[in-house]
């Protein structure tokens, strides 16, 4: 079910008039408009704020299990969303329905009153009202890009911060250099509030701890102040709280070990009541679309039996070495790929981890895929060595009859992914 057309899709389409451009780091906008609405941020439940390139909405989604686990009420924000615009508002364990959203955006419309706003700021406002008008226990709120300028960094300080795993991406609003991006994400690190952190590479490591050390925030870095290991049965957690030995993240792949270690330090700084049976569910329980996802439906049965079809919505460098690092462990099986990206990603740089371990190479579109990188590009990128799908009926179809069984992991953008759990549920 999609929004009410005519009433929040047109009122959307009505804002993002009034500044074209879709991405803006900025604050004084959302500032003067939070504002005229009376500071709905400064009345959120406490907050646990998650920034990084790769993981946040694992990140988010391991803090909501656990905490729910544990009996506490949770709003959740992210981005983007993959099928319903809903998807970004969890008001106390369900989604935002179509008529708070469409009547939220209307008074947001009528107090912005023409002022220039980007979409992404009127979204934020949106969760903001609807976030402190509906008790809950805890919000855990995902930036948008980056973390200084992001328009979630207008709350007041949060109970813990999290800053997922680092990599280069938005290199035209972020820069191209490491330690630059890390300074970026680290903006959002508040005097005195614990910043829990995973694996980092040691520049961006070493950012972290200079921003956290000049707000006298304590950091709780990975195998510093917290340690995680795979375990045959699940995992071992380690902090100054003490041991525990967990189940395996119900998320698959050794990144969601990380993930789930930084929102279990991020949670035990917020909430130091939280007990081991509730992080133990929550692990368990965690739920992500589009993170290695197996996929069953109408995609998934096109395939003949002894396939399997995997869906994962990595799509920057960072995301393909996480990917190609899990492909080295599926060679079991024949691996086949296929990749459909956006515009302005690099391309290149996502594939090269992914190229050893395909076995074949499809680039696909979807229609109403956003901003899709053509089919052309995408071969250029692979060395040649992709061929058109066009599609991923085609390319399946392709594969059902030229290969034996194997695995297809459909990869390359969060749109794409979108577009791929729309198509194998119709």
């Not at 967990?246 to 792949?253: I, N, R």
């Amino acid at each position: 079910m999609a929004l009410q057309p005519g009433r929040a899709e047109a009122i959307l389409d009505r804002l993002h008039g009034l500044h074209p451009q879709l991405i803006d780091l900025s604050l004084h906008r959302l500032q003067a408009l939070l504002a005229r609405l009376g500071h709905p941020e400064r009345r959120l439940p406490p907050v646990i704020h998650v920034a990084g390139t790769n993981g946040k909405g694992s990140t988010c989604a391991f803090l909501r299990a656990m905490a729910e686990a544990a009996g506490l009420r949770v709003h959740v924000y992210t981005s983007p969303h993959l099928v319903r615009f809903n998807e970004r508002f969890r008001l106390a364990g369900r989604l935002a329905d179509d008529a708070q959203l469409s009547a939220t955006l209307e008074e947001i419309e009528i107090a912005n009153a023409g002022a220039a706003i980007t979409v992404f700021e009127v979204i934020t406002a949106c969760a903001f009202l609807l976030f402190a008008r509906t008790p809950a226990d805890l919000t855990v709120l995902e930036v948008g890009l980056g973390g200084r300028l992001d328009a979630t960094n207008v709350i007041p300080p949060p109970l813990a911060c999290a800053i997922t795993a680092i990599s280069i991406d938005h290199a035209e609003f972020l820069g191209d250099r490491l330690a630059g991006i890390a300074a970026e994400k680290a903006g959002i690190i508040k005097p005195g509030v614990p910043v829990a952190t995973g694996a980092q590479p040691a520049e961006v490591l070493a950012v972290l701890r200079e921003v956290a050390a000049a707000q006298g925030a304590p950091l709780l870095a990975r195998d510093e102040a917290w340690r995680v290991t795979a375990q045959d049965a699940g995992m071992l957690y380690e902090d100054a709280h003490g041991r525990l030995a967990l189940p395996a993240p119900a998320l698959t792949g050794l990144h969601q070990f990380d993930n789930a270690g930084i929102a279990i330090a991020a949670l035990r700084a917020a909430v130091p009541a939280i007990g081991a049976a509730a992080i133990a569910h929550g692990l368990m329980q965690a739920e992500w679309p589009a993170r290695l996802q197996r996929l069953h439906g109408r995609l998934a049965a096109m395939l003949p039996e002894g396939w399997e079809l995997w869906l994962d919505g990595g799509h920057n460098p960072g995301g393909g070495a996480v990917l190609g690092a899990h492909l080295a462990g599926w060679q079991d099986r024949p691996v086949h790929l296929l990749v459909g990206m956006k515009k302005g990603k690099n391309s290149t740089d996502f594939l090269h981890p992914l190229l050893p371990w395909a076995q074949s190479i499809w680039a696909v579109v979807e229609p109403g895929q956003h901003l899709a990188l053509p089919v052309e590009a995408i071969i250029a990128a692979s060395g040649g060595r992709a061929r058109p799908g066009p599609r991923v009926a085609d390319a399946l179809r392709a594969l059902a009859t030229q290969y034996p069984p194997g695995r297809v992991l459909i990869c390359g953008s969060l749109y794409l992914a979108g577009e791929v759990l729309k198509a194998n549920t119709d």
